[in-house]
């Protein structure tokens, strides 16, 4: 069945931009929406952004000035980069596919494992 | 801050039947958008439970049920069982002038008793 697995640093400066790929194994990128969520310790989830197998993209707004999402899918990967970090941005990064219904609403119905991500100096 | 608001904790005794609401507004769930609900055990990633307001994944047990009535929806779990000691998240879509965007509670700590 289809797996997702989060990679990359796991310590970030403030400042820098933090970058994650999400490994798609099991089945093909094509034809479906990914997403990044993320979940500050202790807190809820929040969702940072999609992108389509195609490279069009939808971003949460109090987020989108920071955030680029992109997707290569000759690797069956997509990744996360997101600029200008503080330690706000301190959380566990899930990737998600997105299950598209038929009134348009998306649920994430498979999810990698997560990874935390601290931006600390 | 979330737009969709969940009770912090319910709890119940194993067995028994518990719900958790999740309240939005005119601009996601009373706009029509479907709800969907995730279980998330400790130290581990969110699994989807219930999708579009009412349908459960394979595997789910039936147990577990969604619905959805004008700007709020609701989770219960009949039957109680200590695996289901976790946190739950609704999530939904709102579209406001601010902009579009999926939107999660603010999640629910199950406790059995």
């Known amino acids: 069945q289809v797996q997702l697995q989060e990679s990359g640093p796991g310590l970030v400066k403030p400042s820098e931009t933090l970058s994650l790929t999400c490994t798609v194994s099991g089945g093909s990128i094509s034809s479906y929406y990914w997403s990044w969520i993320r979940q500050p310790p202790g807190k809820g989830l929040e969702w940072i952004g999609y992108?389509?197998?195609?490279?069009?993209?939808n971003y949460n707004p109090s987020l989108k000035s920071r955030v680029t999402i992109s997707v290569d899918t000759s690797k069956n990967q997509f990744s996360l980069k997101l600029s200008s970090v503080t330690a706000a941005d301190t959380a566990v990064y899930y990737c998600?596919?997105?299950?598209?219904?038929?009134?348009?609403?998306?649920?994430?119905?498979?999810w990698g494992q997560g990874t935390m991500v601290t931006v600390s100096s | 801050q979330s737009v969709l608001t969940q009770p912090p904790s319910v709890s119940g005794a194993p067995g028994q039947r518990v719900t958790i609401s999740c309240t939005g507004s005119?601009?996601?769930?009373?706009?029509?958008?479907?709800v969907h609900w995730y279980q998330q055990l400790p130290g581990t990633a969110p699994k989807l439970l219930i999708y579009?307001?009412?349908n459960r994944p394979s595997g789910v047990p039936d147990r577990f049920s969604g619905s959805k009535s004008g700007t709020s929806a609701s989770l219960a779990i009949t039957g109680l069982q200590a695996e289901d000691e976790a946190d739950y998240y609704c999530q939904s879509y709102d579209s406001s002038l601010s902009g579009s965007l999926y939107v999660f509670g603010t999640g629910t700590k199950v406790t059995v008793l």
């Open positions: 579009g307001n009412s």
């Open positions: 992108i389509y197998y195609s490279g069009s993209t």
């Open positions: 998600a596919r997105v299950l598209v219904l038929p009134t348009a609403t998306g649920a994430f119905d498979i």
């Open positions: 005119s601009s996601n769930i009373g706009a029509g958008y479907d």
